[in-house]
T-cell receptor
């Protein structure tokens, strides 16, 4: 089974702090994604990566950056956390070339910025 | 662009009731369609999928049929259980943008004994 793990389930940070969210997948998937999930808004794509060191902006990249130095690891960085970044963050991965585009999700990190 | 519209919740049903959660989509080309489920405190899990028109996806008693003529992918289950209480997301995937998937806003289902 594909396993996607995220470094923390719950995180509390102060406004202005730099925050790192880590995601690791163990199935050699080329594509990795970061979403945030908010009530009434569903999942919104922040960034995705289709290869090591490659990244593309999603729908809401402002205030975020990403890093992918190894194929299995995709990090989301909040350069200066703000209260409006309080949310559930979900990481996902998928296999490039798959005809079904199925994504596999981690358990999520609930981030609170105070 | 691509979009998914699903019925707003929450939906509250008694155990053993029939469930329908409506989902319609807008996409160019021929997307793959998915239903994901999110149990409390967890990430999303793929529930079922269909990759072409008239395909029926099924899993754990849930079914959905890919209807190209009505651009719909409604989720159904004949008899829900308390353990089905979760948030259900309809989604579509296309060949553009490195396999990006577009998600609906989610429908919360609560099943009461």
């Amino acid at each position: 089974d594909v396993k996607v793990t995220q470094s923390s389930r719950y995180l509390v940070k102060r406004t202005g702090e730099k925050v790192f969210l880590e995601c690791v997948q163990d199935m050699d998937h080329e594509n990795m994604f970061w979403y945030r999930q908010d009530p009434g808004l569903g999942l919104r794509l922040i960034y995705f990566s289709y290869d090591v060191k490659m990244k593309e902006k999603g729908d809401i990249p402002e205030g975020y950056s990403v890093s992918r130095e190894k194929k299995e690891r995709f990090s989301l960085i909040l350069e200066s956390a703000s209260t409006n970044q309080t949310s559930m963050y979900l990481c996902a991965s998928s296999l490039e070339g798959s005809s079904s585009y199925e994504q596999y999700f981690g358990p999520g990190t609930r981030l609170t910025v105070t | 662009g691509d979009s998914v519209t699903q019925m707003e919740g929450p939906v509250t049903l008694s155990e053993e009731a029939f469930l329908t959660i409506n989902c319609t989509y807008t996409a160019t080309g021929y997307p793959s369609l998915f239903w994901y489920v999110q149990y409390p405190g967890e990430g999303l899990q793929l529930l079922l999928k269909a990759t072409k028109a008239d395909d029926k996806g099924s899993n754990k008693g849930f079914e959905a049929t890919y209807r190209k003529e009505t651009t719909s992918f409604h989720l159904e289950k004949g008899s829900v259980q308390v353990s089905d209480s979760a948030v259900y997301f309809c989604a579509l995937g296309t060949g553009r943008g490195y396999q990006k998937v577009t998600f609906g806003t989610g429908t919360k289902l609560q099943v009461i004994p």
